[in-house]
């Protein structure tokens, strides 16, 4: 919303803007109510959502988070929370641009500087599944092609570079 917004103003620097260049706002407004409610009810899970994630990855992949014999998993916690608010955030704006610029571009860097792609994979596949299990469908299906987005961005090196 907030980068739609700002485009918008660049866009019609000088003069008024159209209908159709106001409809995302329409949208925006329309779907308020229920993304203010999707982000409460991901904040109110969002240790639910976590621990169960590292539940399965531990059983799916059980050496993922020790690399060279250091448990890792407390910083994939820190990590993986930190993630899910920026996520729960693009929710409530309606705005994945802001996401990618403020937040992903910067986190990948990171990501990539340790090796933790196939942990980021993986972690956000399996929340992805773990999302649609604990949270009614509409609020997972907001916040699944977000997730969708942070693994694309976390977990492929070569993808976004």
Same mark, same amino acid.
């Given at each position: 919303?907030?980068?739609?917004?700002?485009?918008?103003?660049?866009?019609?620097?000088?003069?008024?803007?159209? &209908?159709?260049?106001?409809?995302?706002? &329409?949208?925006?407004?329309?779907?308020?109510?229920?993304?203010?409610?999707?982000?409460?009810?991901?904040?109110?899970?969002?240790?639910?959502?976590?621990?169960?994630?590292?539940?399965?990855?531990?059983?799916?992949?059980?050496?993922?988070?020790?690399?060279?014999?250091? &448990?890792?998993?407390?910083?994939?916690?820190?990590?993986?929370?930190?993630?899910?608010?920026?996520?729960?955030?693009?929710?409530?704006?309606?705005?994945?641009?802001?996401?990618?610029?403020?937040?992903?571009?910067?986190?990948?860097?990171?990501?990539?500087?340790?090796?933790?792609?196939?942990?980021?994979?993986?972690?956000?596949?399996?929340?992805?599944?773990?999302?649609? &299990?604990?949270?009614?469908?509409?609020?997972?299906?907001?916040?699944?092609?977000?997730?969708?987005?942070?693994?694309?961005?976390?977990?492929?090196?070569?993808?976004?570079?």
């Amino acid at each position: 919303m907030l980068s739609k917004l700002q485009q918008l103003g660049t866009n019609a620097d000088g003069r008024y803007a159209s &209908d159709d260049e106001l409809q995302f706002m &329409d949208t925006y407004i329309t779907s308020f109510d229920s993304r203010v409610d999707a982000y409460h009810r991901i904040k109110a899970v969002e240790k639910e959502i976590v621990e169960t994630v590292l539940a399965k990855l531990q059983v799916s992949h059980p050496n993922l988070l020790l690399p060279k014999g250091e &448990d890792m998993k407390n910083k994939w916690k820190q990590d993986t929370f930190r993630v899910l608010r920026h996520s729960a955030m693009t929710v409530l704006l309606d705005d994945p641009e802001l996401l990618r610029q403020q937040f992903l571009y910067w986190f990948q860097t990171i990501m990539q500087a340790f090796g933790a792609q196939e942990a980021c994979n993986v972690t956000y596949l399996i929340m992805q599944d773990v999302v649609k &299990d604990i949270l009614p469908k509409d609020i997972a299906d907001l916040l699944c092609p977000i997730l969708e987005m942070n693994r694309n961005f976390l977990g492929f090196q070569s993808k976004n570079l």
